[in-house]
């Protein structure tokens, strides 16, 4: 399973919004500038996430976006879902009309379907407060995180050299 860019700006526009002080509405350029997504591209990520139901789209002075429901109660399962449809890990078995000669007696159809069952209840049981949890707070901590290891390393390495 790849990690589209869709799905990383729908996962990172919620986690945005789920940090957000007394649900607040946030405007779409606001997001688009914090996260670093393309305001196009975001605007098509928006309309799917409203959608599903998993935000809502307000107008007037006070509009902008924000989560319909709270940020436990939203799955990464709902996420994927809205954006990129239905997880399917083996579609020659789910397509009506599959012209794989290997339908009927394919040794790897149960292995991916078990795959597939497992990753569904993974992402079921995982939540977007779980995800805002490990999220790092601001940008520079990373940044700082960063220069540490660096420094780190860099010492390490001259450590080893004498």
């Known amino acids: 399973m790849i990690i589209s860019k869709t799905l990383d700006y729908a996962v990172r526009t919620l986690i945005y919004l789920g940090k957000q002080p007394s649900r607040r509405s946030i405007l ?3 997001i688009a500038e914090n996260q670093k ?3 196009s591209y975001l605007a098509k990520v ?3 996430l409203v959608k599903a139901g998993i935000i ?3 107008f007037g002075p006070n509009g902008g976006y924000s989560l319909k429901k709270m940020p436990s109660e939203i799955t990464l399962k709902q996420v994927y879902e809205a954006v990129e449809g239905e997880l399917k890990m083996i579609e020659c078995f789910d397509t009506p009309g599959s012209s794989c000669v290997f339908t ?3 040794g790897q159809a149960d292995i991916w379907h078990e795959v597939e069952a497992k990753l569904i209840k993974i992402l079921e049981n995982i939540t977007l ?3 805002i949890e490990r999220d790092c707070i601001y940008p520079e901590k990373v ?3 960063n220069k540490q290891n660096t420094l780190i390393n860099k010492q390490e ?3 080893a050299n004498t």
Request: with cysteine; aromatic share 4%; glycine share 0%.
């Open 28 to 30: 779409m350029k606001e």
């Open 37 to 39: 997504i393309p305001l």
């Open 46 to 48: 928006m309309r799917q």
């Open 56 to 58: 809502f789209s307000e």
């Open 104 to 106: 009927s007696c394919c």
């Open 129 to 131: 407060q779980d995800v």
């Open 143 to 145: 940044l700082t995180i």
């Open 157 to 159: 390495r001259k450590n």
